[in-house]
């Protein structure tokens, strides 16, 4: 969906060096989340924010940590990179109206692999 | 804590045919969201469908369908007439209305749509 952007789309990176992705919106949402994608597990969700400068952990967040200064981005770093973090990440924003929830848009995803 | 349950890690339909994909979660809440969401290979997240818990009627999208059990906590989705584009991994996904919005995914289901 238009409206939502991640880069990079594809990233290797080194063991213990340190890593950021970022998440960029265009639709003023509240709601911002990071996910990773393993296979096997589903999505699972690493870290999400519910406005600027708040956010708060997921089920899966040691090793990560995130900002958000402007509505706009949403930003993961992973301070040192570990192999177990090679995975596919995803940003989502919350599309609801008022009190009805239509579910997420989705950015397209960064693939990282940590060597 | 909620939790999602696909039990079919992969599937295959012929062409036309109907297929239909289990899902089953666990909640104490009354007031949630659930969603069938594909993601084909192009990583793209795709929202599929989605229902409201409060109605008892089912959703229906063309040619997807659900059956939701609200008591027997199930959400299946059934695709009408496959179509080779329908080949994709399927999440199901579950959202407690009032909170943060988050989602809790299933761990997919892989769907290949034969010739």
């Known amino acids: 969906d238009a409206g939502i952007t991640q880069s990079p789309r594809h990233k290797v990176t080194e063991t213990g060096t340190p890593v950021t992705l970022r998440c960029h919106q265009t639709?003023?949402?509240?709601?911002m989340y990071w996910y990773r994608q393993d296979p096997g597990h589903g999505l699972r969700l690493i870290h999400y924010?519910?406005?600027?400068?708040?956010?708060d952990k997921g089920e899966v967040s040691d090793g990560y940590s995130v900002s958000r200064s402007k509505t706009e981005d949403f930003l993961l770093t992973l301070e040192s990179a570990t192999s177990s973090q090679t995975s596919v990440y995803f940003c989502?924003?919350?599309?609801?109206?008022?009190?009805?929830?239509?579910?997420?848009?989705f950015g397209s995803g960064t693939r990282l692999t940590v060597v | 804590a909620q939790t999602v349950t696909q039990s079919q890690p992969e599937m295959s339909v012929q062409e036309a045919e109907t297929v239909t994909l289990s899902c089953t979660y666990d909640?104490?809440?009354?007031?949630?969201?659930l969603f069938w969401y594909k993601q084909p290979p192009s990583r793209q997240m795709i929202l599929v469908i989605r229902?409201?818990?409060?109605?008892?009627q089912n959703a229906t999208e063309n040619r997807f369908s659900v059956n939701f059990q609200k008591a027997a906590k199930s959400f299946s989705l059934k695709i009408s007439d496959s179509q080779l584009g329908d080949t994709a991994m399927y999440f199901c996904?579950?959202?407690?209305?009032?909170?943060?919005?988050?989602?809790?995914f299933g761990k997919g289901t892989k769907l290949t749509v034969n010739p």
């Open positions: 989502a924003i919350s599309r609801d109206r008022g009190s009805h929830y239509y579910g997420y848009t």
């Open positions: 639709e003023n949402h509240r709601y």
């Open positions: 924010s519910y406005g600027v400068k708040d956010t």
């Open positions: 909640t104490s809440e009354n007031n949630y969201y």
């Open positions: 229902q409201e818990a409060y109605k008892q």
């Open positions: 996904a579950f959202m407690i209305m009032g909170g943060s919005e988050k989602l809790v």
